[in-house]
C-alpha cells in the first residue's frame, strides 16, 4: 500500500478515537495540511452506515414474527437509527404511529423533543444512536407485555454489543426495566449511574412524559450534563 496512504489512514483512526474520548479539535501545521492534500482521497463507508454483522442483525430484526400480534400489525420494523460508532446510545420504549409508518425511531412529537434534547447537548441524532426495547409498534402504543420485551429484548443487547458506547441513556421506565431489570420508579432512579454490562447507564424521564410535564425537562437537562461530563465533553448554555 501507498504510505502515505497508510499514514492518513493511520491518522484517521487516531482522531476518530480522539473524537470518541471526548476530543474536539487538534492543531495541525500548514505543511501537514499540505501533505495530506497530496494523498489519495480514501473513501470509506459513513459511519452511520451499517455494515456487516450490524446490516445482518437489521435484516435479522426485520423479519422476525416472534411476536405473533406485533408482526400482524406492524408496517414498518423500527430497528434504530445513527451512528453505530457512537458513544452516547438513546434507548426508549416501542416505536409509536410515527415510528411505525416511517420504520425510524422517534420520529413523532416525543422524537422530535429528543432530537431537541440532544441538540442541546451539542449533539446531532446522527452522532448518537437511537433504539427502542420493542422494534415493532404495540397495538395502540399500549405498554409492551413482558413476553414480547422478552422477545425483542435479545435484539437491543445485540445492538449494544455491536455498538459498545461509552454511555447509554435509558428513556424512562419499559427502558429501565429492559435494561436494569428493576421495578423501582424513574422518579427515584433518574440522575444516577448504574451498570449494564460495564456500560454505565443515565435512567432520565421519557420525552412523552416531558410533553405532558414540561417542568421535568429541568431534571432531564441535569441528567444531560451528567452524561455531558462522563464523556468528557463541554457543556453547552441553555438558550
Ligand atoms: N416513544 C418511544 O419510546 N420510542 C419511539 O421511537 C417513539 C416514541
Redesign the pocket.
Known amino acids: 500500500m501507498n504510505k502515505l496512504r497508510e499514514i492518513v489512514d493511520d491518522t484517521i483512526q487516531v482522531l476518530e478515537h480522539m473524537k470518541k474520548s471526548g476530543t474536539t479539535h487538534v492543531e495541525v501545521s500548514k505543511q501537514t495540511l499540505d501533505e495530506l492534500n497530496k494523498a489519495p482521497v480514501v473513501v470509506k463507508p459513513k459511519a452511520s452506515q451499517p455494515t456487516g454483522d450490524f446490516a445482518a442483525l437489521a435484516t435479522k430484526v426485520k423479519a422476525c414474527t416472534k411476536c405473533s400480534e406485533l408482526a400482524r400489525c406492524r408496517t414498518n420494523v ?1 430497528f434504530g437509527v445513527g451512528n453505530i460508532h457512537a458513544e452516547l446510545m438513546f434507548v ?5 404511529a410515527d ?1 411505525d409508518e416511517q420504520g425510524e ?4 412529537r ?2 422530535q423533543l429528543l432530537t431537541k434534547i440532544i441538540e442541546a447537548m451539542g449533539l446531532q441524532r446522527s452522532d448518537v444512536y437511537i433504539a ?1 426495547v420493542l422494534k415493532c409498534r404495540p397495538p395502540q402504543n399500549r405498554t409492551p407485555l413482558p413476553e414480547e420485551m422478552n422477545n425483542c429484548r435479545p435484539y437491543l443487547l445485540e445492538q449494544i454489543d455491536a455498538i459498545q458506547p461509552k454511555v447509554i441513556v435509558a ?2 421506565a ?1 427502558a429501565v426495566r429492559a435494561l436494569l431489570d428493576v421495578e423501582i420508579g424513574i422518579t427515584k432512579m433518574r440522575g444516577n449511574w448504574y451498570t449494564f454490562h460495564n456500560t454505565p447507564i443515565m435512567p432520565t424521564f ?3 412524559y416531558l410533553l405532558r410535564n414540561p417542568p421535568a425537562k429541568r431534571e432531564v437537562w441535569e441528567d444531560m450534563k451528567t452524561v455531558l461530563t462522563k464523556l468528557s465533553r463541554p457543556i453547552p448554555k441553555m438558550k
Do not use: C, D, S
Not at 426508549?92 to 409509536?96: I, L
Not at 425511531?105 to 413523532?108: D, I, K, L
Open positions: 423500527v426508549g420504549e416501542a416505536p409509536g415510528e425511531p422517534f420520529v413523532g416525543a422524537g427502542n428513556l424512562g419499559t421519557h420525552p412523552a
